[in-house]
């Protein structure tokens, strides 16, 4: 059913993404639910799954924190269907693991599916949408 490995599975040097500069973690149901938007990244990306219902956000991050410190990359992105409430973590859960990992040169990217259309979203917005308050004043406002 599933083809794409689960990120929580890899071994952090894996031959899956070893000589790749792009890695695309995607929300697990992307796969069945949206193959002709993951279709777009298949070239460019070596492609992860992770699934927040099954898999404790805190495990992942520290697995990718092992494939970040262990390779050379590029850019680390996410694609997730819009909505989620499990999605929505995993999208937090990079930019954690990128602020434990201090400064670097890795570009992080985050998209969306939302009615069945693609949306890339900026880290400035998924930072701000771990802040109920923040959201609160955005809407209040707006």
């Not at 992942?60 to 989620?84: C, H, N, P, Q, W």
């Not at 930019?95 to 259309?117: A, D, Q, W």
Request: glycine content about 6%; aromatic content about 10%; overall charge positive.
């Amino acid at each position: 059913m599933y083809r794409i490995p689960r990120l929580i599975d890899v071994n952090a040097k894996s031959r899956i993404f070893r000589d790749k500069k792009k890695l695309l973690i995607i929300g697990r149901c992307v796969e069945l639910e949206h193959p002709e938007i993951l279709e777009k990244f298949k070239n460019d990306y070596a492609l992860l799954s992770v699934c927040l219902e099954a898999e404790h956000v805190n495990m992942v991050g520290f697995k990718l924190a092992g494939i970040l410190a262990r390779g050379k990359y590029e850019e680390v992105s996410v694609l997730t269907v819009d909505g989620s409430l499990h999605c929505t973590q995993l999208h937090w859960m990079v930019e954690e693991v990128f602020k434990i990992l201090g400064g670097n040169s890795i570009k992080r990217r985050h998209f969306v599916i939302y009615h069945g259309k693609l949306y890339e979203v900026s880290v400035k917005a998924v930072k701000t949408s771990r802040y109920l308050y923040k959201v609160h004043k955005l809407v209040a406002e707006g």
